[in-house]
């Protein structure tokens, strides 16, 4: 009995060892991707109408624009018309983060599809912003919260903007 347990431990050992030297191994490792960090396709898969307002962004940070793939968030769905795109500049690369984020928070931007093309329809500074249904519908969950001064919001989508 003690050589069948002795015997299925190594054998466990042995099996653990081969798979942990091949998910080590460069062919191991190639068949695992690894996504870029600062991937500049997380801007250049956005709508147009968003990458072109970026554009201003480019002159204030320097280099080709490159972000988190946490920079672009969306909420789509909800109904034929509602579409939103929220971008956080907390996760977009930045020579000057000042430009983005300050003791505020980080810029956050909020788009909305209307006939198929994006408008911005919110601007703001806050710790942080999400996307979300309440009720079924659209709003915006808004965390501006500083040094516990407890500044939290939602704002409902009201067919134009976003309001309390």
Not at 39 to 55: G, Q, W
Not at 102 to 111: A, F, M, N, P, T
């Amino acid at each position: 009995m003690q050589d069948r347990r002795s015997m299925g431990r190594g054998m466990l050992a042995t099996v653990a060892a081969i798979l942990l030297n091949v998910a080590s191994s460069p062919a191991g490792s190639a068949a695992m991707p690894q996504e870029d960090r600062w991937d500049p396709r997380h801007i250049s898969l956005l709508p147009a109408e968003i990458r072109n307002r970026l554009a201003a962004q480019q002159r204030v940070c320097g280099a080709p624009l490159a972000a988190e793939h946490a920079f672009s968030r969306s909420l789509s769905g909800v109904s034929p018309r509602s579409e939103f795109v929220a971008l956080h500049y907390e996760h977009l690369r930045c020579g000057d983060r000042a430009a983005n984020c300050d003791e505020r928070g980080c810029l956050h931007e909020v788009y909305a599809a209307a006939g198929g093309r994006f408008r911005p329809v919110l601007r703001i500074r806050v710790r942080e912003l999400e996307l979300r249904l309440v009720g079924g519908r659209p709003a915006v969950g808004l965390d501006c919260e500083l040094y516990g001064t407890g500044c939290r919001a939602i704002l409902y989508w009201k067919g134009r903007a976003f309001a309390k």
